[in-house]
């Protein structure tokens, strides 16, 4: 991520509990990431976008209506699947976000 856009970014500090740092930093680095972005992908499938209430962009259409096929099924929080339902959303929200942006 480059210097400017994570000035851009809202920052947020949190006290944690007693040894859940370390537990955060065991889980980033058995998934192969910094401590922040296994913060931000947890919060992220928790609190996925929420979905547009209308969307021109077929490709953020077609994102959403897989992602809530999946979702359909219930599956177990941090699974595949939820992951997999997790990042449609994500996706499908950046691309209606940008079309906006670009005036689409």
């Known amino acids: 991520m480059s210097e400017q856009g994570a000035q851009n970014q809202d ?3 949190v006290r944690l509990p007693d ?3 370390d537990r955060i930093r065991l889980a980033a680095e058995a998934n192969h ?3 922040n972005a296994e913060v931000v992908a947890l ?3 928790n609190y996925p976008a929420p ?3 209308k969307l021109e962009d077929p490709a953020a259409r077609l994102l959403f209506w897989l992602a809530k096929r999946i979702r ?3 599956p177990k929080p941090g699974s ?3 992951k997999q339902a997790a990042l449609y959303e ?3 929200g950046d691309i209606a976000e940008r079309m906006k942006d670009i005036g689409e």
């Open 43 to 45: 919060l992220e499938e």
């Open 11 to 13: 920052k947020f500090i």
């Open 72 to 74: 359909r099924r219930n």
């Open 90 to 92: 994500r996706i499908a």
């Open 33 to 35: 990431r910094s401590m």
């Open 19 to 21: 040894g859940l740092r």
């Open 80 to 82: 595949s699947r939820d």
């Open 51 to 53: 979905v547009p209430e």
